[in-house]
Each structure stands twice: as structure tokens, then as C-alpha cells.
């Protein structure tokens, strides 16, 4: 789930869409979500149903989601599992769905470099994390393979640090850490069933989902890659 003007977004993969709140940072206090349902639910595009939305990024003006499905396959709707982005006419929160990416076996992880120009993909199916450029908040370039992490086990979700590194989520081991151009820096070992990750407000430390249970990794001040 993120955060943007506002609003909170959330991949609610057993309702089959994307659900949006109000809610958002309130003067003199921490962040709060409104308790009442979703102001906006969005679940299909050209009237066949997402498959299970699963994880979610902002850049450039746009919201991107990932639309993999794990476990039971029936009544799936789509003719495959994709990678979308929301974008927002700004009247009444009216969105255009576009599908962005169509050849990877199963995207999950998804997050954007900080200066919005890259959008990141893991391909769950594939074991394999993807760079695009963001041309425009509904158009990408061309897929570069950023690391094939076959040898690992596979990616599961991921985030973007502060100053551009990735971390991907290893299912069975930890947290990855890899430069923008895809080298491996670092790994944190967090345990099985490491599902996500993503930073708090300070840029430096790290909140894990592992072992049922959430984690808590603080990194170097300022330098998001050494721990």
C-alpha cells in the first residue's frame, strides 16, 4: 500500500481490485486512515475482472500495480498476468487503466527509483528483476534485466531505498541489496517467509514482514546499502 495526495492505495488481492481511502498525515500528528470504506474501488479494465492485485508504487504521476494470481486459478477474467499503472484525471478521482506490461510469468514486486525516471518489476514466475525507463506515467521503454535471481531461490516483493538501491525479498532467506545497475551488495538475513519490505520516514530503517512477524533493520545514517 502507499501513500500519495492524501489518499491511501491498497492492493486488496481477495476483492480483486485496487481500493482507495481517504486518509493521509493530519497537522500536529502521525499518519492516520479515515475509518470508513473505500472512496474508490477500481477492479477491471475493458469489463474483465483484475486477477489479484498484489503489490503497488507510485511515480511520475501514475500508480503502478502488479495483477499476479497464486493458489486457485478459477474465474480468472484476464488472459494473462500483467503489470498496469492508474492514471488520474483529477476530476473526482476518475482513473484510466492502462496495461503496461504483458510478457512476464508472474510480476509481484514492483517500486520506482527516486527520481522517478525507472520502474522496477520483479517477475516472481521468472526469478528474474526487470528495469524499465518511464517514458511517460503510462508509457515504459524497453525491459532490462536488472539480476536473474535463480541461484537465490527467487524474488518476492521489494522497495527502493533513499539513495536508489533495491531490496528484494529472498522467500526463504532475506533481504537482497542491489545497486540500480542490478550488482549485488549486500544481504540481510531475516528468515524464512521474508515477504516484503519497505523504508519508515527516516530513510534508514527497514521494516521486514518475515516468519509471521515484522522486522525492524536500522542501516548506516545516510547510507542505505552498508548495515
Known amino acids: 500500500l502507499i501513500f ?14 485496487v481500493e482507495i481511502y481517504t486518509g493521509g498525515p493530519k497537522p500536529d500528528s502521525d499518519w492516520q486512515i479515515d475509518d470508513r470504506p473505500a472512496a474508490h474501488r477500481i477492479t ?14 507510485y511515480a511520475a504521476n501514475a500508480i503502478y500495480f502488479t495483477d499476479p494470481r497464486y493458489g486457485n486459478r478459477d474465474g480468472l477474467e484476464m488472459e494473462g498476468e500483467f503489470v498496469f499503472a492508474l492514471t488520474d484525471s483529477g476530476v473526482r478521482k476518475q482513473f484510466t487503466v492502462t496495461r503496461l506490461i504483458d510478457d ?20 516472481h514466475g521468472d526469478k528474474k528483476i526487470w528495469a524499465y525507463s518511464i517514458l511517460e506515467p503510462d508509457k515504459l521503454g524497453e525491459a532490462q534485466l536488472l539480476n536473474d535471481l535463480a541461484d537465490l531461490g527467487g524474488p518476492d516483493g521489494m522497495t527502493v531505498g533513499p539513495q536508489g538501491r533495491i531490496y528484494t525479498t529472498i522467500y526463504g532467506l532475506g533481504v ?13 538475513e531475516t528468515g524464512p517467509q521474508t515477504t516484503n519490505c519497505v523504508f519508515g520516514a ?13 522486522k525492524r533493520v536500522v542501516l548506516n545514517t545516510g547510507v542505505d546499502a552498508n548495515h
Do not use: M, W
Not at 500519495?4 to 481490485?17: D, E, H, I, P
Not at 479494465?45 to 508504487?57: H, K, Q, T, W
Not at 527516516?202 to 515484522?214: C, I, K, Q
Open 4 to 17: 500519495v495526495g492524501g489518499y491511501l492505495y491498497a492492493c486488496a488481492g481477495k476483492n480483486r481490485g
Open 44 to 57: 477491471h479494465l475493458e469489463g474483465n475482472r483484475f486477477n489479484s492485485p498484489n503489490d503497488i508504487a
Open 104 to 123: 512476464l510469468v508472474r510480476p509481484n514486486g514492483i517500486g520506482a527509483s527516486p527520481d522517478n525516471q525507472t520502474l522496477y518489476v520483479i517477475d
Open 176 to 188: 537482497l541489496i542491489l545497486s540500480p545497475e542490478g550488482e549485488r551488495l549486500g544481504f540481510l
Open 202 to 214: 527516516d530513510g534508514r530503517t527497514l521494516y521486514v514482514t518475515a516468519e509471521r512477524s515484522l
